[in-house]
């Protein structure tokens, strides 16, 4: 995609943070654009300083892990501006850190069920639509660097980030055939408010067992406020989008460490010469496979 005029873009996390910056800089393409945040007065200001600027926007209030509501918000989507989006970014993320071994069960929940849960939500409703359209389109995730890793003080939201990562690159493969690029975007710290989320846990995930409190916000803040600006990084997605690009990684200071992580990982690949004739039949196997009988899990069931 080259042409962002008219482009019809729907940002998660939309009215703060690596979001509003994506709507700034899509919009400012010339992309109509819908943010969608659980923080009503948020949104409110977002739409507001979005059309000062002469951006179409609209704004409305979701919360990414409810699934009717997403389904409602894909259908305002399209009885505002007329069709299904374009461009989809689910950049709504929440962070908590603690050690892996206090991790409570609502911990678990609330922190996959965000930036995994929102993640798969966001996918299973607009992708079908995106098809259906029969436009070219583009989708972006957020992830992290912290998905390229494991955390011991971040393990419910590597993991999530994780997963993030691989779904981006299964529905990469998939969406190719219907003009569908995919990108995920992996960042390091970003100059917003994410050190705040513990602030919009819901009720329901009451039980953590790490320490939320103003110290814990104060220690993230000292992170973030170094962060990269949104807009800055929102530009390095439009050209990853130009590019048809798959990752998205501008922080060069993670090159040498995703370097040592992964050649770590390689290096436990056991050589050829180990096992030539096992490592020839399940690569034949594989490939015929492929070539024939994996025909059948593409046909739909009647």
């Known amino acids: 995609m080259q042409d962002f005029n008219d482009q019809i873009a729907f940002i998660t996390g939309g009215a703060s943070g690596a979001g509003l910056g994506q709507a700034q800089v899509f919009g400012r393409a010339g992309a109509k654009v ?51 989006p374009t461009l989809l970014f689910n950049t709504a993320g929440v962070n908590s850190f603690g050690p892996v071994e ?5 911990d678990f929940d609330w922190i996959i069920g965000v930036n995994l849960g929102g993640v798969i ?31 011991a003080l971040a393990a419910p939201y590597s993991a999530a980030k ?25 960042p390091a710290n970003i100059k917003s408010n994410i050190a705040e989320a513990s602030r919009l846990r819901p009720a329901r995930f009451g039980q953590s067992g790490y320490v939320e409190n103003e110290d814990s916000i104060a220690s993230l803040h000292s992170i973030h406020q170094h962060g990269m600006d949104p807009v800055e990084l929102a530009e390095h997605v439009k050209r990853a989008i130009e590019a048809n690009q798959l990752y ?16 770590q990982i390689v290096e436990s690949v056991l050589p050829l010469e180990a096992d030539p004739e096992g490592a020839r039949l399940r690569t034949e196997a594989l490939q015929n496979w492929a070539a024939d009988r994996a025909r059948v899990f593409m046909e739909r069931q009647e």
């Open 162 to 186: 994780a997963a993030v990562i691989n779904l981006m690159e299964s529905y990469r493969q998939g969406l190719e055939k219907h003009g569908i690029g995919v990108s995920v975007l992996c």
């Open 102 to 106: 206090n991790t409570s069960y609502d």
């Open 34 to 84: 819908v943010i969608a945040d659980i923080r009503a007065e948020a949104v409110e200001q977002a739409v507001a300083a979005l059309t000062a600027e002469g951006i179409a926007a609209h704004g409305l209030v979701l919360d990414i892990m409810d699934r009717a509501a997403y389904a409602r918000a894909a259908d305002e989507v399209e009885a505002v501006f007329g069709a299904a």
């Open 248 to 263: 998205v990684i501008p922080y060069p200071e993670a090159k040498d460490g995703l370097r040592a992580h992964f050649d």
């Open 121 to 151: 939500n966001g996918m299973v409703t607009f992708v079908p639509r995106m098809i259906k359209s029969g436009r070219p389109g583009h989708i972006v995730t957020t992830s992290s660097l912290g998905g390229l890793m494991g955390s």
